[in-house]
């Protein structure tokens, strides 16, 4: 993660009230660089922190503990403008954005924060369920959203601030631009190709054009309607699993992980190396259904013994006792 670097607060900044504080932190932050978009959420976080602790204290009054009977009730009670997501995400990112502006101001001790709900990466869809949604579109447009984030890994932020001049048909590129203005390039097949110059055509756009001139809940709200039509369940249905579903394709079919970490924008590799476990998850299907027939959907049995090869009936009792004496 790049960090935005910052001058130091004003000499005199223990006599600021705390909302005049949070208003030179943030000023600070989009003079360096931050997006509008980056200085927003942070805006969001630093109002909870002011509604509970109070915004008209000063700075040379708040300490550790403020810090701590914040989180303490965001915990409780969770965030005051909750913008959909996860309630531990928030908490985590939350806490985040308000440690640093603590730590600008001068509460520089090693503050907790909570780890952020790492299951949302469980969620992917099938091969099929992404054809059905395909399927089920209603428009070019649904058509459009679906492919170009199950098959190039964009996040929906990136999405929506591409242009048409960013697409290179010569080379079946787009240029994007990811956190923090960080530019990379993405790639997309032949069926994309096909959608996108007949999107382009049809809707007359020029270069300067956004490409899909939608929001974020525009774009959500698609994709859950499509989910419907499509028979595919909606909760897991979301610009963000399609990206979950692009990476894990993407290792399933062999790629190295520097290259997916390149294609995804992610600063760091570890953060990649999160969806090796969905793959991880495959081989051990692919294992026991190889060499013990246990059919892929009955693996979730396989950990309470014997007894539950013997309930399946597509494998004989010979077979379940053979199995069993091998692996327990």
């Known amino acids: 993660m790049v960090r935005i670097r910052l001058p130091p607060p004003p000499r005199n900044i223990e006599k600021y009230t705390l909302r005049d504080a949070v208003e030179r932190f943030l000023r600070e932050l989009l003079v360096a660089g931050a997006s509008s978009k980056t200085v927003k959420v942070y805006r969001a976080a630093l109002n909870d922190f002011l509604a509970r602790i109070g915004e008209d204290r000063r700075v040379s009054d708040i300490g550790v503990e403020d810090y701590l009977l914040w989180l303490s009730r965001l915990r409780e009670e969770g965030p005051r403008r909750p ?78 601030s591409v242009r048409v001049a960013d697409v290179d048909f010569r080379d079946a590129s787009i240029r994007i631009k990811g956190k923090y203005g960080k530019e990379r390039i993405v790639f997309f097949g032949p069926r994309t190709r096909t959608i996108l110059e007949t999107y382009i055509d049809m809707m007359r756009l020029r270069p300067r054009d956004f490409l899909i001139p939608l929001s974020y809940q525009a774009v959500y709200k698609r994709l859950k309607k499509l989910a419907e039509l499509a028979g595919v369940d909606s909760s897991k249905v979301r610009p963000h699993v399609l990206r979950h579903t692009f990476a894990t394709e993407a290792l399933r079919r062999g790629m190295s992980l520097v290259t997916l970490q390149r294609l995804l924008g992610h600063s760091n590799i570890r953060i990649t190396q999160r969806y090796l476990h969905l793959v991880t998850e495959d081989l051990k299907r692919d294992y026991f259904t190889v060499f013990y027939g246990v059919p892929r959907a009955g693996l979730d049995t396989m950990a309470y013994g014997v007894d539950e090869y013997g309930a399946d009936r597509r494998i004989s009792g010979a077979r379940a006792r053979r199995a069993g004496k091998i692996l327990y």
């Open 83 to 160: 913008r959909g997501g996860k309630k531990e995400n928030t908490i985590h990112y939350y806490s985040l954005f308000v440690r640093r502006f603590l730590s600008w101001i001068g509460v520089s001790a090693d503050l907790p924060v909570p780890r952020r709900d790492e299951g949302s990466l469980d969620t992917v869809l099938r091969e099929d369920e992404l054809e059905r949604l395909i399927g089920a579109s209603r428009d070019i447009l649904d058509l459009l959203i679906v492919v170009l984030l199950a098959e190039t890994g964009m996040r929906i932020g990136e999405l929506l």
